[in-house]
């Protein structure tokens, strides 16, 4: 049996507590199975760049960066789609959310699933793309808004 090393026990440690954040963060920008794979890549690029990405203030914000750039090459500037909800399944979700969500623009989909799907604070999300809390703040509040209104629930 081969012992870890530190540098492994170091990367382990970081995928555990950075890993679902990266995903979740990746899922709401591009879909669950471009997010996924555009996950499992970041992580793939840490451990290729550990000596590098383990001094960096921000890991998480550098990989979903990077996560990004390669989604954007190889898929261009796709429009994203969503899950669309099967009602039988699923009667809590309004049928209309994924159609709308797609119509955001990708920064306010991302911070309105992260904060409202994953339960993030907008420090958080702040935080891992690398923006102003308030940035998010007024991302959120415009998607909402346009939400809102495109689903007929204006408060």
């Not at 309004?94 to 955001?104: F, S």
């Not at 809390?133 to 939400?147: C, D, F, N, P, V």
């Amino acid at each position: 049996m081969v012992a870890k090393t530190d540098v492994t026990v170091e990367f382990e440690s970081f995928v555990a507590e950075v890993g679902p954040r990266l995903r979740d963060c990746l899922t709401a920008r591009f879909g669950r199975e471009a997010g996924s794979e555009a996950a499992s890549d970041a992580l793939s690029y840490a451990w290729e760049h550990w000596d590098r990405v383990s001094r960096m203030d921000n890991p998480a914000g550098y990989l979903f960066a990077v996560a990004r750039g390669r989604v954007r090459r190889e898929r261009g500037r796709r429009f994203v789609r969503l899950e669309q909800v099967d009602e039988r399944r699923t009667p809590w979700v309004e049928p209309g959310l994924p159609a709308a969500l797609e119509r955001l623009s990708p920064k306010q989909r991302t911070v309105v699933m992260l904060v409202h799907s994953f339960g993030w604070t907008m420090g958080e999300v702040a935080e891992v793309l690398g923006v102003a809390k308030g940035t998010i703040q007024s991302h959120e509040r415009r998607a909402m808004s346009r939400l809102r209104k495109e689903l007929g629930v204006e408060q």
